[in-house]
């Protein structure tokens, strides 16, 4: 049974993003990076790039594949968690806290609303 926190929202790509904290952070999903089992290597985006919703930003690697991670809402990436270059492993342990990949400044907070709420996301991954 995956851990699927209740204040997040969710793209059917299995990122979350925590759309209460300004600028908002964004992860991969306990359900993500237990398909993906060990993340061995993160390709952070770089800062200042401005993205839209569903562009693909960064990648994921594992020992199983490479993921494609893409944004949940339109923004500026204003902030790249460091810890993972050295420690990707650390998406595998704390994927909600610690393990979150990039922080975006929305420029369209409305986005956020139209992705899934917790129960929607339970539902998605069954």
């Not at 952070?44 to 490479?66: D, M, N, Y």
Request: glycine share 6%; net charge negative.
């Amino acid at each position: 049974m995956s851990n699927v926190p209740d204040n997040l929202r969710y793209r059917d790509s299995h990122e979350w993003i925590d759309p209460m904290q300004d600028p908002a952070p964004v992860g991969i999903t306990d359900h993500a990076q237990a398909e993906l089992t060990d993340v061995v290597f993160v390709d952070p985006p770089k800062l200042g790039t401005q993205v839209s919703a569903g562009q693909q930003v960064c990648v994921i690697e594992s020992v199983k594949a490479a993921s494609d991670i893409y944004a949940p809402v339109s923004g500026e990436i204003v902030a790249v968690n460091e810890t993972l270059s050295n420690d990707p492993g650390l998406l595998n342990r704390d994927p909600y806290l610690g393990g979150w990949i990039f922080k975006i400044k929305p420029s369209n907070s409305a986005e956020a609303d139209a992705l899934m709420n917790a129960e929607a996301y339970r539902k998605h991954i069954g």
